[in-house]
């Protein structure tokens, strides 16, 4: 089978391929356009975010048999088309899952802790121990929204903290486990002191966290996002982090980022933006949480695997 590397990855994945008898071709700096006239020669393509496979761009691809993307989401594929021509879509969520699991807990620390603001003082000579007074993660009830890969890494990160760990999947059951407890999304609303998100970006999703959301928390919360930056509208964090309903935040992904999450839209930031880079309770990151050497590997690694256990000789 002929694969296609649209984008950029680890070489491992190419190895293994190639070790098990697939015949690819990297070709990361060719255009769409020039990627499109050679489409209808290839069986396979390997993607990341570079840009999206809708119905034209999958009816170019005549022999398409399969994409293995290497990452967690697939919002840049039209699966549901894709699919109903046969093609079978991978993601690699296993790749990446430790590495989100980490940065939610690291993100979280630093913001309960004041850390970046710390390490800006000290350099500047200042020495502020009461107004660096930090909170402790132990005692908190912590919310996960998303049961899947990120959300159990990072329920299991949060085993030693001593917090209360609950969690809502609208699409599983029976998962409560030694991390969390499986609980209704009213009981997030009821309880949560920190609110994480670890779901992935459709049309159910986009812009889930607005106001009306934001507005049903009984108690000022906290919010983690290492999902995908359009799920929370960022006017009505801002919002609310200006009336104290949401009492910090810690967002590694944003609603401006463009579609290869490897840049902003930089010339439509709006004055939300500004408020987040100089608010002290927003810790920002560009979405690199799931963006570590070791992940590079294993997302290679977990996407060449299932293609050769599907369609390998």
């Known amino acids: 089978m002929k694969v296609l590397f649209i984008d950029s990855t680890h070489p491992r994945l190419m190895e293994m391929l190639v070790e098990a008898g697939f015949d690819c071709t990297y070709a990361p700096e060719k255009n769409k356009e020039e990627l499109l006239e050679i489409f209808p020669e290839f069986d396979g393509f390997i993607i990341r975010s570079k840009f999206k496979l809708n119905k034209e761009e999958l009816d170019q ?4 048999k399969f994409i293995g993307r290497v990452g967690a989401g697939l919002e ?7 699919e109903s021509k046969g093609i079978t879509c991978f993601n690699a ?13 690291g993100m979280l ?15 500047m000579g200042m020495w502020r121990r009461e107004e660096n007074r930090g909170l402790e993660i132990k005692g908190k009830t912590v919310g996960i929204i998303g049961y899947g890969n990120m959300g159990n890494a990072f329920a299991q990160r949060l085993k030693g903290f ?4 609950i969690a809502y999947d609208k699409y ?26 670890h779901i992935p970006q459709t049309e159910e999703t986009m812009f889930m966290v607005n106001e009306e959301f934001i507005a049903k928390f009984k108690k000022p919360f906290f919010l983690i ?3 995908r930056g359009k799920i929370v509208r960022i006017s009505d964090l801002v919002k609310h982090l200006k009336t104290g309903q949401v009492r910090g935040a810690c967002l590694d992904v944003l609603e401006y980022e463009k579609t290869s999450f490897e840049d902003l839209h930089a ?15 927003v810790l920002l990151s560009p979405h690199v949480g799931g963006w570590t050497h070791e992940s590079n590997i294993k997302l290679s690694e977990v996407t060449a695997q299932k293609i050769i256990d599907e369609f390998g000789k």
């Open 172 to 197: 599983k059951f029976d998962y409560t486990d030694e991390y969390c407890e499986e609980k209704q999304l009213q009981d997030l609303f009821d309880n949560c002191d920190i609110l994480s998100l």
């Open 225 to 227: 996002n290492t999902a």
């Open 61 to 64: 691809a005549a022999n398409l």
């Open 162 to 165: 001593g917090c209360k760990v």
């Open 76 to 82: 840049n594929i039209d699966v549901p088309y894709a």
């Open 109 to 123: 620390l630093c913001l309960f802790n004041n850390l970046y603001r710390c390490n800006t003082e000290v350099g």
């Open 267 to 281: 010339n439509e930031l709006p004055d939300d933006f500004k408020y987040l880079i100089d608010a002290e309770n």
């Open 93 to 105: 969520p296993e790749g990446n899952r430790d590495a989100v699991g980490e940065h939610a807990l």
